[in-house]
């Protein structure tokens, strides 16, 4: 779908040089001579280079839908993970790298969204959320209380984590899969 230059949206995916490009930044900019524009910072879906690009109201850029899918997470193997569609039970396998760093929270039977494009996957959604277990921390110094503190602590898929002084060995916890970092005691 064609849309205006001035148009572009933070989050929209572009069809730009012959390659996908997400919209990270956009500024629109009207000077005092010559015409208004958008100033783009652009990033490359399938490599992460950025560009900036300055799109005028008559430019026209195209718009590129997502195909998102939902996906259970079978397992993985060395660079790869394994899906499967729950409708179909269609398995794809993704490159490890598509994932990033929040691929330590897979989890068996855990539901992704994937999102891809003329059938070529392009990305990996987890759920903002998962519950880990504790596996070991440290012990509470006397006296630390009193301030809000918190400890490091190791969880079960090794990631590590600061966690209040409250939250002992074989605990389970809320953590966000984005920034790693620890939101509640979980609910049993």
């Not at 009207?30 to 280079?49: H, N």
Request: proline share 4%; with cysteine; charged share 30%.
């Amino acid at each position: 779908m064609k849309i205006s230059g001035v148009e572009i949206r933070p989050g929209m995916i572009l069809e730009h040089k012959d390659r996908l490009w997400v919209a990270v930044k956009t500024m629109h900019t009207k000077p005092g001579k010559g015409g208004a524009y958008m100033q783009v910072e652009l990033k490359g879906v399938q490599d992460g280079t950025k560009l900036n690009e300055r799109f005028r109201s008559a430019e026209t850029v195209e718009r590129v839908r997502l195909d998102d899918h939902d996906y259970q997470f079978l397992f993985a193997e060395g660079e790869t993970l394994t899906f499967m569609d729950g409708e179909t039970f269609e398995q794809i396998t993704i490159p490890r790298d598509l994932v990033g760093d929040a691929a330590v929270f897979l989890q068996d039977g855990m539901v992704v969204t994937v999102s891809s494009y003329e059938g070529k996957p392009l990305s990996v959604e987890l759920p903002e959320t998962v519950v880990c277990t504790v596996e070991q921390t440290d012990a509470v110094v006397k006296g630390q209380t009193a301030a809000a503190s918190y400890k490091p602590a190791r969880l079960d898929n090794g990631v590590r984590v600061m966690v209040p002084p409250h939250i002992g060995a074989g605990e389970r916890i809320v953590v966000g899969t984005a920034d790693s970092e620890y939101l509640e005691r979980a609910k049993d």
